[in-house]
């Protein structure tokens, strides 16, 4: 249907480009004052852009007829921007695996099992636990008018739960990936909640101070996702601002090609074949994501990072963000720490990630005493900036561990401000 | 097309069913400084249908084709049964309705050329970009919709709705010395274009406040009185009021308890989705309740949470009105238009007594990060000896939220319904528009600074 898309396109354009997805998604919710739910949405997205009289249009649509489709691009075309789309030409694509033929067969009877296993585990008195979980399954189809023609399937399952304690804001995790989750994933999702769950103290009071912060791998990716916006928004580009030196420790890429994750793809919505970009290198900026519009703009090639929804201007987007594994084994976190605070999940520092002044609460951090954990704090404050805080990373874990399409490590960060209150 | 959903609901297997369809069509246009963008035209459309029965749980099926909605119904059935426990409840029993609600033709969005929103969008660029020379960016958004919603359900109700809306944001960048600053506002109408062009009539202050903030100096983080004003006030009662109050259970916080005092005596907050012309109203939430006031914190205290039918029933309370989904996401309880209701003092006197306090205004964001909320000005001056003074940049009012209501101590007499472009995403689902009013509002020794 794409070609035939590009087909109706052509002759009354001088370049045109198009995107098709197709999503059929199950999910499942049960929990403690939740009616359970199964639900099944199926969406099918169209995005055509085009060069038209020199200026550029562009259209989407989720249920309207190609024709319509053409005629809505045409129309924008007509008062939209002069333009000169340089479209890609047809490449291989690179190997990378997006779905699994076990994900594709999964039913609602079988995700309602899968929450249930996970359930019956982590479940228990003085707790109520909430679980999901979602099979994805669809194809994303490129075309453009100099002979792009590609497409590639994807699936993608997730299994979570939100788990609510006294004392505390509820805990959330999750797994996702294109297979279902191995068992390995689901023991490491029990495995964390069991850890949350740990009896001891909890401690109200903390002064504030400088302490030797770990962070475990989920609360270090959201970090990650901080740095990962951040170089996006002040590395964009050769006029743009540039970020002062990270700890040298810290490498950080993007990358379509890792295999059976979130976010990977061998092609981008735009049709240009992805590859790993290198953002981040010894603590600095080496590298950044454009697309076709952006890349234009700035006078360098895409660098495969396009998406395009139907009803917005097309946009830049990350695919996976890997924190690098480094050379430390931090397998045992309160041991390396050996004084000091570990934090379990950390909240996205948020659209004011670029601040000097940040203050990042979380009811989800522990004392460490003498390589132990003695204590929950009700409630931990960090406090300075994330490039602060990326600046005094010590140390960076050898293991990665993936949060939805962010993968990082553990890291030990020292002279970090902490305290109980903002 | 009632009609023929209507049948289809009658004759499904399940004990209870509703089918929902939307279709929407509009334009977004877009312009970066005098350079006009793509003009996208929306137009999509699409139904959910859910079923459940005694002792099954929801299941829950999406179309795009009201010829698909039979089978979506068989679908919805099916997966109802398969929901993995049965335990959760009733349907709040509620009489059928039946209604139709029209959009005036002098309201759709359509009856407005696209050479006239596109005259708009560069007249408010030409006033940002006139104003004053170190404005040396400017963004501004148009959107238009008319959104035509059918609801129907098993029980008999069949209802339609067709709601026009029109949004313009604008945003002015200001630079001078190598320092930037910038300032945000919106405006959200039900299809009123002459509201519009007032509000492009008036523009320039948006301008102006984007240089001023180039003098700003940084707020100094402590706690200190500080006076919010009513579009402040009333995004604080949204996010920290009204979100403790959703009566579904599923927030990350809340519900807070009825019965609990979170403030004064003379504070009030509440949700009224029936007041004409704001973002937030509908004739008809998407459980096809009609929407009301609902009063959340009464004198200070926890009075009512925001249901939907099947959390009313959990609650043992009548639903109120704030069933709100999107074309592809079942109900939940939402906010519509939140408000804090009108008190006795004047800006003066709110202002008098405070020797040295923060102004907060025109809030850019309010977000919660490890339960503490951060309400961040994109405009905020200094109170000194009870007058508003220099302007400050980088404050943000910071504390846990309902607490931050246990600090009021004044309320304003200065009421009013903020038309700004305001979306809800409750729990990172599909935004909703929703309104917010207040008067002033003052708070003593609130900590401003850092964000929580």
């Known amino acids: 249907m794409i070609r035939r898309l590009l087909d109706l396109a052509g002759p009354r354009t001088e ?15 049960s929990g403690p004052g939740v009616w359970p739910v199964v639900s099944r949405t199926e969406c099918t997205a169209w995005h055509l852009r085009v060069q038209a009289g020199g200026r550029l249009g562009m259209a989407g649509s989720v249920d309207a007829g190609l024709e319509t489709l053409v005629d ?31 994900a594709g067969v999964l039913g609602g009877r079988d995700l309602a099992d899968l929450a249930a296993s996970l359930a019956t585990r982590v479940d228990g008195p003085a707790r109520n636990v909430a679980v999901w979980a979602e099979r994805t399954m669809g194809r994303v189809e490129v075309a453009n008018s100099r002979g792009v023609l590609a497409g590639y399937d994807r699936t993608l399952v997730g299994l979570g739960l939100r788990l609510t304690v006294p004392d505390a804001l509820p805990f959330h995790l999750h797994t996702a990936n294109v297979d279902p989750p191995s068992l390995e994933q689901i023991e490491r999702l029990v495995e964390e909640t069991r850890f949350a769950l740990h009896p001891v103290p909890v401690i109200d009071d903390l002064e504030t101070g400088e302490y030797t912060i770990g962070l475990a791998p989920r609360a270090a990716a959201a970090l990650a996702a901080g740095l990962d916006r951040l170089v996006a928004e002040l590395s964009g580009g050769p006029a743009a601002t540039p970020l002062p030196p990270l700890s040298p420790l810290l490498n950080l890429t993007d990358d379509p090609l890792a295999d059976g994750c979130c976010g990977s793809r061998p092609i981008d919505d735009d049709g240009v074949v992805t590859r790993r970009v290198a953002l981040v290198r010894e603590g600095r900026v080496v590298g950044w994501r454009c697309d076709l519009q952006t890349g234009e703009a700035l006078g360098m090639p895409s660098t495969g990072h396009g998406a395009r929804r139907p009803f917005s201007p097309p946009r830049v987007a990350p695919s996976n963000t890997v924190v690098e594994a480094g050379a430390s084994d931090l397998t045992n976190l309160p041991a390396r720490i050996g004084r000091g605070i570990l934090v379990q999940v950390l909240p996205s520092p948020g659209t004011r990630r670029a601040a000097p002044h940040l203050a990042v609460s979380t009811p989800w951090a522990y004392r460490v005493e003498r390589g132990e954990v003695t204590g929950r704090f009700r409630r931990l404050t960090l406090k300075g900036g994330l490039l602060e805080w990326l600046g005094r990373v010590q140390a960076v874990g050898d293991r990665l561990q993936w949060s939805g399409a962010i993968a990082s490590p553990a890291l030990v960060l020292e002279g970090i401000t902490a305290g109980s209150r903002p | 097309m009632r009609e023929t959903l209507l049948a289809l609901a009658g004759r499904s297997p399940a004990g ?8 929407r069509r509009g334009i977004r246009l877009e312009r970066h400084g005098r350079e006009a963008g793509t003009p996208i035209p929306t137009e999509d459309s699409g139904g959910l ?41 009733q349907l709040t029993e509620v009489p059928a309705r039946d209604g139709e609600f029209p959009c005036p033709a002098q309201r759709d969005p359509a009856q407005v050329s696209m050479a006239a929103k596109e005259d708009l969008l560069a007249l408010a660029a030409a006033a940002l970009h006139d104003a004053d020379r170190r404005i040396v960016a400017s963004r501004l958004v148009y959107q238009d919709l008319l959104e035509d919603t059918w609801l129907v359900t098993s029980e008999g109700t069949s209802l339609a709705e067709s709601r026009p809306r029109m949004e313009l944001s604008a945003l002015a ?4 010395e190598g320092t930037r600053e910038r300032a945000l506002d919106s405006i959200a109408v039900a299809g009123a274009w002459f509201d519009l062009e007032e509000w492009i009539g008036r523009i320039g202050h948006l301008a102006e406040k984007a240089v001023l903030l180039l003098r700003a100096v940084p707020v100094r983080p402590g706690r200190v009185p500080v006076v919010l004003d009513p ?25 807070a308890p009825v019965g609990l005092r979170v403030g004064p005596p003379l504070l009030t907050i509440g949700d009224d989705g029936t007041v004409p012309g ?31 039918r099947v959390s009313a029933d959990l609650a043992g309370v009548a639903p109120t009105g704030n069933a709100r989904g999107s074309p592809l996401a079942a109900p939940r309880a939402r906010m519509t238009n939140t408000y804090v209701a ?33 309400l961040g000005a994109g405009y905020a001056r200094v109170i000194r000896n009870g007058a508003l003074a220099e302007p400050v940049r980088g404050a943000v009012l910071a504390g846990d939220p309902l607490a931050l209501f246990g600090l009021v101590d004044r309320v304003g007499n200065d009421f009013r319904w903020n038309r700004d472009a305001s979306r809800c995403r409750r729990g990172g689902g599909e935004a909703v528009p929703v309104s917010t009013g207040a008067p002033h509002l003052r708070l003593v020794e609130a900590h401003v600074g850092e964000p929580a």
């Open chain 1, 15 to 29: 370049a045109a480009d198009a995107v098709r997805g197709e999503d059929d998604t199950i999910t499942v919710q």
């Open chain 2, 278 to 308: 704001l973002h937030g109203t509908m004739a008809f939430d998407h459980e096809g309740i009609s929407p009301r006031n609902t009063a959340l914190i009464q004198n200070g205290v926890v009075v009512a949470h925001l249901h939907t």
């Open chain 2, 173 to 176: 960048i200001a630079e001078e």
């Open chain 1, 72 to 102: 809505r691009a045409l129309t924008g075309a007509r008062s939209g921007p002069p333009f000169r789309l340089h479209l890609p030409v047809p490449s291989p694509l690179p190997n990378v695996r997006t779905h699994s033929r076990a």
């Open chain 2, 16 to 23: 209870f069913t509703d089918i929902r369809y939307h279709r």
């Open chain 2, 342 to 374: 009108r008190g006795k003092d004047s800006l003066d006197e709110l202002l008098r007594d405070i020797p040295l306090g923060l102004y907060l205004a025109e809030p850019v964001s309010v977000r919660m990060s490890g339960g503490e909320a951060g």
């Open chain 2, 231 to 255: 579009l402040a006030a009333g995004l604080l009662a949204h996010r920290c009021a009204g979100h403790l109050c959703h009566g579904d259970r599923d927030e990350d916080q809340g519900p």
């Open chain 2, 49 to 89: 249908v859910r079923c459940t029965s005694p002792g099954a749980g929801w299941g829950i099926a999406s179309f795009r084709d009201p010829g698909e909605a039979g089978a979506a119904v068989a679908l919805a059935h099916e997966l109802s049964l398969l929901a993995p426990a049965a335990a959760a409840g």
